[in-house]
């Protein structure tokens, strides 16, 4: 096959989405040998790039990346602030269809790249994420080329600034199928008028020879950790990923384990300071127990992973949330948030618990729960792995979007033979 995916970043820009196009893309390629080219922007790190006219961007232009061809289109991001300002008094006066306006504002503007779509040989063009623009960049080249489009939603409804959005909806009736990371965006898509049979649920997944020789004991020697608890966060500093809560709940586990670590490791982002402002807030005896690792090598991941005790990501919304894969194949138990895809994600009680958004009282109850049961830990870490192992590797994901790329191709070119008769 011939595949054009479309996607926010590409490494090294850094997320969840991107990090899944790019594994998705290469297992297509060595298993398959498809041609996979990626379109995408000259975003360096993350979205910040589409709405803020003074953050550096990466040159625009085609390279090669693990034999996978990756077209980077320049963003248009000098309206940024007026866009804000007039998408913000539409939403506010409840104007009709401003949810076009939010689209537009979210970004990323890139003018030639509906056109660069629609010229490109593909069998099959498959997009991600809402609510960002090339997602329908994709549904209008499809309007003029007729391939047949895939698109990949990682819709968290708990944000209705994002994705209270008629057109999101609309463009995935245009598609020819939709890929959901949980059972609970397929049934949510289901009740926003989505026909059931066009949602593929799949999920994302996990390198699993990444993490086969973790070395958590390099990471506590360097920080000089020993034998302490540690509780960790890994992952973007992002605010409604919940790390001021974590911080806020802290106190309360140091009174029961006064020796306790937290690491907090990830990209930075506006949203760092802040993370360290927080920080800055506890009493001197508590802060020191604290350790930032900001923009660490992806190699470092295994590692700091395997060095917690607990995995802490108290996130308020998540399409799915990788980082909970991750931490499993380390062997570590997992704490989320009773709301949005993570339940989906989380057997609680089996292989990870779940406390209420931004509580830090229960978020400090589930911490102290699996720092006070070394056993619990291990039976909740080794579950996970194992489920992880069955069901989210990138082998196990790629195969899974072939087949829905497949299935597309098929109904697209039944459609034309019945629209030619």
Same mark, same amino acid.
């Given at each position: /096959?011939?595949?054009?995916?479309? $996607? ?5 820009? =850094? ?25 995408? #922007? ?12 003074? =953050?550096?961007? %990466? ?8 034999? $996978? #061809? ?12 007026? &866009? ?10 409840? &104007?009709?269809?401003?949810?076009? %306006?939010?689209? %537009?504002?979210?970004?990323? *503007?890139?003018?030639? +790249? ?10 099959? +063009? ?8 090339? /997602? ?42 939709? *890929?959901?990371?949980?059972? !609970?965006?397929?049934?949510? %898509?289901?009740?926003?008028? *989505? ?5 593929? $649920? ?89 350790? /930032? ?12 992973? @395997? ?5 802490? !990501? ?14 499993? +194949? ?24 779940? $406390? ?19 056993? &619990?830990?291990? @039976? /909740? ?6 489920? #992880?192992?069955?069901? !989210? ?5 790629? @195969? ?22």
């Amino acid at each position: /096959m011939n595949i054009l995916h479309a $996607v926010q970043g590409y490494t090294p820009a =850094i997320g969840g989405t991107e990090f899944l196009i790019q594994n998705v893309s290469e297992k297509l390629v060595s298993h398959y040998g498809d041609r996979v080219t990626v379109f995408t #922007t000259t975003a360096r790190y993350n979205c910040e790039v589409f709405t803020n006219p003074f =953050i550096p961007q %990466l040159k625009p232009g085609t390279e090669t990346i693990n034999r $996978v #061809t990756v077209r980077r289109f320049r963003v248009f991001n000098w309206a940024g602030p007026l &866009l804000y300002l007039i998408q913000s008094i539409a939403c506010k006066l409840d &104007l009709p269809r401003n949810d076009r %306006l939010r689209a %537009l504002y979210s970004g990323p *503007i890139v003018f030639n +790249m509906v056109r660069e779509m629609a010229r490109f040989p593909a069998d099959v +063009m498959a997009a991600s994420s809402f609510p960002l623009l090339h /997602m329908h960049y994709t549904v209008a080249a499809k309007k003029k080329n007729g391939v047949p489009v895939v698109l990949i939603g990682g819709l968290h409804p708990q944000e209705p600034w994002a994705f209270d959005q008629q057109i999101i909806y609309e463009a995935i009736h245009q598609a020819d199928a939709c *890929i959901a990371y949980t059972n !609970y965006e397929r049934d949510y %898509l289901i009740s926003k008028g *989505i026909e059931a049979e066009k949602i593929h $649920v799949i999920g994302v997944g996990v390198e699993p020879s990444a993490f086969a020789r973790p070395d958590g004991g390099r990471i506590r020697r360097q920080y000089g950790w020993g034998g302490d608890p540690v509780v960790g966060y890994i992952g973007q500093h992002v605010g409604h990923k919940g790390i001021d809560t974590l911080i806020l709940a802290m106190p309360a586990v140091w009174r029961e384990f006064p020796s306790a670590r937290l690491l907090i490791a990830g990209s930075t982002t506006r949203f760092t300071a802040v993370v360290r402002w927080r920080v800055s807030e506890l009493p001197p005896e508590y802060r020191q127990r604290v350790i /930032m690792v900001d923009n660490f090598p992806e190699s470092d991941k295994p590692d700091l992973f @395997d060095a917690c005790d607990v995995f802490a !990501y108290p996130s308020g919304f998540e399409s799915f949330g990788i980082a909970y894969l991750e931490a499993w +194949m380390c062997g570590k138990p997992v704490i989320g948030c009773r709301t949005g895809a993570v339940p989906s994600v989380i057997d609680e009680g089996q292989d990870g618990l779940l $406390v209420s958004y931004e509580d830090k009282d229960d978020l400090a109850h589930a911490i102290i729960t699996l720092l006070q049961n070394p056993a &619990l830990r291990y @039976d /909740m870490g080794r579950r996970g792995r194992e489920k #992880t192992l069955s069901r !989210y590797t990138w082998d196990i994901v790629s @195969d899974r979007f072939r087949l829905v790329y497949q299935q597309a191709i098929s109904k697209s070119a039944c459609q034309d033979k019945r629209n030619a008769r």
